[in-house]
């Protein structure tokens, strides 16, 4: 189905947060978080089809990346307080009062960072594919690490270990990791690609933040944890997470666990993006849950 969309930006600490709405039926809308940090958000483009239920799916690409990029270094500015302050500053200019909140990856992150700041209007909370700490992120992403081919592991260490991390054999090595525990679709779709591509090149956000990849954590978050604030969460909520996901059953356990009533779906035949892998049944599942507090 053919929806209405509808692009703009909005000014943001001197600088211009680009944003794109989906659909414009009247029940709540959904505002979807995207990951990397510093990734954009068209790898969730598949989230499209929520608007077929009557409702608006807005995206905005996060400071610094894709269509909000800006043409300076500034390292020092991207920081966790940065992108809480953010989601306000898009909910006031779009006159987003009431929304269901999901957020993805660094995305589900973020959103679980917003909520202890106890915003009002967030009908429901999804958390797909998120850690509650970079800590368990990391010793379960090396665990996973452990499993691939020994010749992969031992390229990996090697760039590391000499801080070739940006090298092609290094970038070869990583897509095998990705391949099992990051979208198992392959070739992967466009819209994803589109957000791998603007990875690949480098982004500043996700190498000051994050650092080269998923496993090795350098960056800035690499001691970020909310695990013992997670009940103060108060929204109903869904986790999300795939059977093969770097964001493994132990990580979404912990986040179910800790946000007091929520419910948790493993999708089986999915790694680290199941909207994608089982998109039609990732739909199904999100619709029914976020229905319900409309």
Request: aromatic share 8%; charged share 15%.
């Given at each position: 189905?053919?929806?209405?969309?509808?692009?703009?930006?909005?000014?943001?600490?001197?600088?211009?947060?680009?944003?794109?709405?989906?659909?414009?039926?009247?029940?709540?809308?959904?505002?979807?978080?995207?990951?990397?940090?510093?990734?954009?958000?068209?790898?969730?483009?598949?989230?499209?089809?929520?608007?077929?239920?009557?409702?608006?799916?807005?995206?905005?690409d996060q400071l610094g990346c894709g269509r909000s990029a800006i043409d300076v270094s500034k390292p020092e500015l991207w920081t966790v307080e940065l992108y809480v302050e953010e989601v306000d500053v898009v909910?006031?200019?779009?006159?987003?009062?009431?929304?269901?909140?999901?957020?993805?990856?660094?995305?589900?992150?973020?959103?679980?960072?917003?909520?202890?700041?106890?915003?009002?209007?967030?009908?429901?909370?999804?958390?797909?594919?998120?850690?509650?700490?970079?800590?368990?992120?990391?010793?379960?992403?090396n665990r996973l690490r452990?499993?691939?081919?020994?010749?992969?592991?031992?390229?990996l260490l090697e760039h590391e270990i000499a801080g070739t991390t940006s090298s092609q054999q290094y970038k070869d090595a990583t897509k095998v990791f990705n391949d099992r525990h990051v979208c198992r679709l392959l070739p992967y779709p466009d819209y994803v690609k589109r957000s791998f591509d603007y990875l690949d090149e480098g982004g500043e956000v996700y190498n000051t933040m994050n650092g080269p990849n998923e496993f090795h954590v350098i960056g800035t978050i690499r001691d970020w944890d909310i695990i013992d604030r997670l009940p103060e969460i108060k929204a109903p909520t869904l986790v999300t997470s795939g059977r093969h996901d770097e964001a493994t059953p132990l990580i979404a356990e912990?986040?179910?666990?800790?946000?007091?009533?929520?419910?948790?779906?493993?999708f089986e035949n999915s790694s680290h993006s199941s909207h994608v892998e089982e998109a039609d049944r990732y739909m199904q599942v999100l619709t029914q849950f976020i229905s319900q507090y409309d």
């Open positions: 189905m053919a929806h209405r969309i509808v692009e703009g930006t909005i000014p943001f600490k001197g600088y211009q947060t680009w944003y794109r709405i989906v659909g414009e039926g009247d029940k709540t809308p959904l505002l979807c978080l995207h990951g990397g940090p510093g990734a954009t958000h068209d790898y969730l483009e598949s989230l499209d089809a929520m608007a077929d239920t009557g409702r608006r799916v807005i995206y905005y909910r006031r200019a779009l006159s987003l009062d009431r929304i269901h909140l999901l957020g993805q990856s660094w995305g589900g992150m973020l959103a679980m960072q917003y909520m202890l700041t106890q915003p009002p209007g967030i009908a429901s909370l999804t958390i797909a594919s998120s850690p509650a700490s970079m800590k368990q992120w990391v010793a379960e992403a452990e499993e691939l081919p020994p010749e992969v592991q031992a390229t912990t986040v179910k666990n800790g946000i007091p009533g929520a419910q948790w779906v493993i």
